[in-house]
């Protein structure tokens, strides 16, 4: 994993981030968390999380337009930056080689002592 | 539509990085209104005050602290940074203010540093709030009363047995040292004359906290015949080895005196001074039994320590009831009455009108403490002034700046702080300078104010009144220059940089011609004590005190006969007589300059009902008027030989008058009665000459002749001092071996009365030395802004002719006036004051008009000269500098 280090829950922020790819900000990306992983979020956890990932430089933010339903607030959209696609790349990468090195008798193991 | 809940949402507004806000806003107020629409208001409220509490994370918080310029700790710094650039722009001006400042400060401190000292005196003693010192008041047939701060020893006992209200009681004395001569101290081959022994109650170290480095506080005075020493007296008989339990010898006696305690030496403010104490049990053995049981003799001092919520007033009421209970009749029988007060120990050292203290104690009058503390505020508020009158008129100067402050939205606050901080960091400075001031001048200030500055004083200085007192200062001073500007319209102070140029204000005049009352009072203050001192120690006293030496007699407490010291006193005068630099020798009881303390009752006839008059009686030798040469206008003095009779007595003038004899020449050979007892007859009348200083109005003597006592030889001499030392030591260690030698010169004895008017006259000096230095600082700093203001119009008036002394009257004139207006104010003023100051003297200058022309003037012409040289040179400048640009 190197140099870049993801939480768990930073991972899937990254994630959801690229799935929303141009209209991802705080509502859009905790409903779609919400919905795909069937997990509660939290504003607050969602946005230091946001915030922390920005100061990494795995995500960029840019105002958007104000809008009327949010009372003139803008949305913040985030979206990958370079670095940001590379860790998660790298994060996968590494989960893969693992996944691929484990032996098919564990996995038979697994399967009997469950069974 | 329904809003959010509003304290959260102000909540989160406060916290939350600005950043961040509005995104995270939006996103709440977009979930709040899906909230609402699915699951309800109320719901949708705690749901996003539940969301902003969990908002509440290091990540999204604002920093804390930040150095962004929108805060107000940035604006500090941006502020504190402008007041360095600016101070450092304008050195001058900021010198000045620093130094007056410092000055003012210095002044300010050094005295409060001396007020607190005396105010510190006798505060040592744990329960020294509940003691009280007996004080006693007494008129004996009739005469005037007489103030003591002494009392009969009986008193005591007597009360604490009978009032509740009295816990403990000690007493003190020193029956032998005080008026009686001293008591003579021998340790092996060391022995000195100790002038401050004391006998001390067995409870008195319990009674006062003095520190005790050896021996036991409850016991070490019980015994007889043993003593606590001090430290240094400890080192004078002992030197190095320990002196506890060793021996001393008292005046040549045989029975030896035992050390059981040493004591650390009392503090300087102690009012009571001893290098000796003795068990008072060895007193009473010497006057066997009189020093526990005597109601009319007062040498003692008392002391009664009351019980917690005692009221001192009601004991003080019993002991005069329960006194007069037991004395009432006898005193009644004697036409003699007596009335006692307690007076708190912490009054001691502030009452300078009771006769009677303890030999070496230190009594200051509570106004002049009082009037040296306002001097030191007046020079404080004086240099406060200054800096309000400089960063004012700066202030005016830098319009343009501050008009562009305000066009760029500054508020009134964010002004504030600007001139707030550059008062606080010149405070600053001028207080770390007048802590360097104070160190540099410590010793010479010790020295005049008479005290020690100690290692704590930079901790009696930081007490919460001074610094709160100081930091309102700087905070006003600050705020002032604000106020003004804040009024001014920012065109205005764009237009031009001399905008409010022609603007002047009549407060701050007034506060000039406050700074010049001040200052010139304080001169007129310092040319009237100077003046007066000057005429009290040329007037002519009425004797030569010039070229008198004065030696110490031999002790009369001593195992010789007393016949044996007649002869070898005769002795002694016969051998400084018969050396060729002495021309007179005779002896007296008392000599000039030292108080005349035993008045009796002197009557023409005699008789309870004749009228008698108080005369202070001296007893002195033949040669006495003769020797201080002393003019007899008539009759003759007394014969060299005891053929006079016993009672045959000369008065002064004074006396004579008081007397009743309208031509001198009838008092000769009448017949008075001294006391109501003793015949006297008068042989002679002398001129007045002034034995105690002529502050004091004469006092009516009389003499009597006394060929056997002797308290001091005076011998007249010619030639030089120290030769003549020499042979009167010699010639006493020749003939009173066990005495030791102790002379002095006349004319130092009787100068050292002038010593608490000449400190006093010192002090004001030096202190309106101070303010005339800081107000004249402020006039320079004043006129260079003034000057300044008006280059160009000077530079005009000359283009059209006008000369240098033309320009420098204009310049001046304004400074002349405001003068001649403080001068007007304070002459009235300081005529009330001087004179009520010169009622205390007898002989004493005449208030003229010379001494306000003198003090005046002074001020005028240090005034002007240091404006000056600020408008010479303006006046003298050529105008094509002053015109050329614009």
Not at chain 2, 60 to 68: A, K, L, Q
Request: hydrophobic share 40%; aromatic share 10%; net charge neutral.
């Amino acid at each position: 994993m190197g140099k870049h280090q993801l939480g768990e829950f930073e991972e899937v922020v990254m994630l959801t981030v690229g799935v929303l790819h141009g209209n991802a900000y705080g509502v859009s990306i905790k409903n779609e968390i919400e919905s795909r992983l069937q997990r509660k979020v939290s504003v607050g956890a969602l946005q230091s999380a946001l915030k922390r990932l920005e100061d990494k430089g795995f995500l960029s933010a840019k105002d958007g337009e104000s809008s009327a339903e949010r009372r003139g607030r803008p949305k913040r959209f985030y979206r990958l930056t370079a670095m940001g696609a590379k860790a998660i790349n790298d994060v996968r990468d590494a989960r893969n080689s693992l996944y691929n090195d484990i032996p098919r008798v564990a996995w038979e193991v697994n399967v009997s002592d469950h069974g | 539509m329904d809003n959010p809940p509003r304290l959260p949402h102000r909540f989160l507004r406060w916290f939350c990085h600005p950043d961040l806000l509005r995104g995270i806003e939006g996103d709440l107020f977009e979930l709040f209104d899906r909230n609402v629409a699915q699951r309800g208001r109320i719901r949708a409220r705690w749901m996003f005050t539940w969301d902003v509490v969990r908002l509440l994370r290091p990540k999204i918080m604002r920093p804390i602290g930040s150095v962004s310029a929108r805060t107000s700790w940035g604006l500090a710094k941006h502020n504190s940074r402008m007041s360095i650039r600016v101070l450092k722009k304008d050195r001058v001006y900021t010198a000045i203010n620093i130094l007056g400042l410092a000055l003012g400060l210095a002044s300010f401190l050094a005295i409060y540093l001396f007020t607190s000292y005396e105010r510190s005196f006798d505060r040592f003693h744990a329960t020294g709030d509940r003691i009280y010192r007996l004080t006693a008041d007494f008129s004996i047939d009739g005469m005037a009363r007489r103030y003591l701060a002494s009392s009969p020893p009986s008193i005591a006992p007597h009360m604490a047995e009978l009032i509740p209200g009295i816990e403990a009681y000690a007493r003190l004395s020193d029956y032998f040292t005080s008026g009686h001569g001293d008591l003579t101290l021998a340790a092996g081959t060391r022995k000195f004359r100790e002038p401050s022994v004391c006998f001390a109650h067995p409870r008195f170290l319990e009674l006062f906290n003095f520190p005790l480095i050896a021996g036991n506080r409850e016991t070490c005075l019980d015994e007889l015949r043993v003593m606590a020493l001090t430290e240094s007296a400890a080192k004078k008989y002992f030197g190095p080895s320990d002196p506890m339990g060793q021996t001393v010898f008292v005046d040549g006696s045989n029975l030896p005196y035992t050390v059981t305690g040493i004591l650390a030496d009392p503090p300087s403010n102690s009012s009571m001074q001893f290098d000796v104490l003795i068990s008072y049990k060895t007193l009473d053995w010497w006057l066997e039994g009189e020093a526990e049981n005597h109601w009319t003799n007062h040498e003692y001092w008392t002391y009664f320590l009351l019980k917690e919520g005692a009221d001192p007033d009601s004991v003080e009421k019993k002991i005069n009831r329960y006194y007069l209970e037991v004395r009432g009749e006898y005193n009644e029988s004697r036409n003699f009455d007596m009335h006692f007060s307690l007076q708190p120990l912490h009054d001691v050292h502030f009452t300078t009108d009771l006769e009677w203290e303890l030999a070496g104690s230190k009594q200051v009058d509570p106004v002049i403490v009082q009037v040296i503390l306002s001097i030191g505020g007046l020079i404080l508020v004086i240099a406060w002034i200054n800096y309000l009158n400089l960063s004012t008129a700066r202030a005016l100067r830098r319009y343009g700046e501050i008009g562009i402050r305000k066009t760029l939205g500054a508020r009134k606050s964010q002004l504030l702080g600007l001139f707030v901080s550059e008062s606080f960091l010149i405070h600053c400075a001028a207080l770390v300078a007048a802590g360097f001031i104070l160190l540099g001048l410590s010793s010479y200030l010790e020295d005049l104010l008479g005290f020690r500055f100690g290692s704590q004083w930079l901790v009696t200085l930081s007490n919460g009144r001074i610094l709160l007192a100081i930091s309102s200062a700087a905070l006003v001073i600050g705020v002032y220059p604000t106020l003004l500007l804040s009024r001014m319209k920012p065109n205005r102070g764009l237009g031009s940089s001399t905008a409010l140029g022609g603007k002047k204000s009549w407060f701050f005049r007034g506060l000039v011609v406050f700074q010049f009352t001040i200052s010139t009072a304080l001169i007129i203050g310092s040319v009237v004590l100077y003046s007066q001192l000057e005429l009290m120690r040329t007037s002519d006293t009425g004797f030569d005190p010039y070229h008198k030496l004065l030696v110490r007699g031999p002790n009369l407490i001593d195992t010789d006969s007393d016949s044996l010291v007649q002869s070898r006193h005769r002795r002694f005068i016969e051998t400084m007589s018969q050396q060729a630099m002495v021309e007179g020798i005779t002896t007296a009881y008392n000599v000039p300059g030292e108080p005349t303390t035993n008045p009796a009752a002197i009557q023409r006839q005699r008789g309870q009902q004749a009228e008698a008059q108080t005369i202070d009686i001296l007893s002195v030798g033949p040669g006495y008027f003769k020797t201080l040469d002393i003019q007899f206008l008539t009759g003759r003095a007394f014969k060299e030989k005891s053929t006079d009779g016993e009672w045959s007595v000369v008065l002064n003038e004074s006396a004579a008058r008081l007397l009743g004899f309208r031509e001198l020449d009838s008092a000769l050979g009448q017949k008075l009665v001294l006391n109501y007892k003793y015949d006297l007859v008068v042989i002679g009348v002398i001129d007045d000459y002034n034995h105690l200083s002529s502050k004091y109005a004469i006092e009516p003597l009389l003499f009597y002749c006394d060929y056997d006592y002797v308290h001091y030889y005076i011998i007249d001499y010619a030639g030089h001092p120290s030769e003549i030392l020499d042979k009167a030591e010699v010639a006493m260690a020749e003939i009173f071996p066990r005495d030791p030698f102790e002379a002095f010169f006349l004319d130092d004895r009787y100068r050292e009365q002038y010593e608490y008017d000449e400190k006093l006259g010192e002090i004001i000096l030096l202190f309106s030395g101070v303010a005339i230095v800081i107000a004249c600082l402020g006039l320079i700093g004043l006129a260079s802004h003034n000057t300044l203001r008006r280059v160009k119009e000077i530079g005009i008036r000359k283009t059209f002719g006008a000369g240098v002394p033309q320009i420098l009257i204009l310049l001046n004139q304004e400074t002349f006036w405001l003068l001649l207006i403080a001068n007007f104010i304070t002459w009235p003023l300081m005529y009330q004051l001087m004179s009520r100051y010169l009622e205390d003297f007898a002989t004493r200058i005449s208030l003229g008009l010379e001494v306000f022309t003198l003090a005046g003037g002074m001020m005028a012409i240090v005034a002007i000269l240091s404006i000056s040289l600020i408008t010479w040179k303006a006046a003298r400048a050529n105008p094509v500098h002053s015109l050329r640009d614009e």
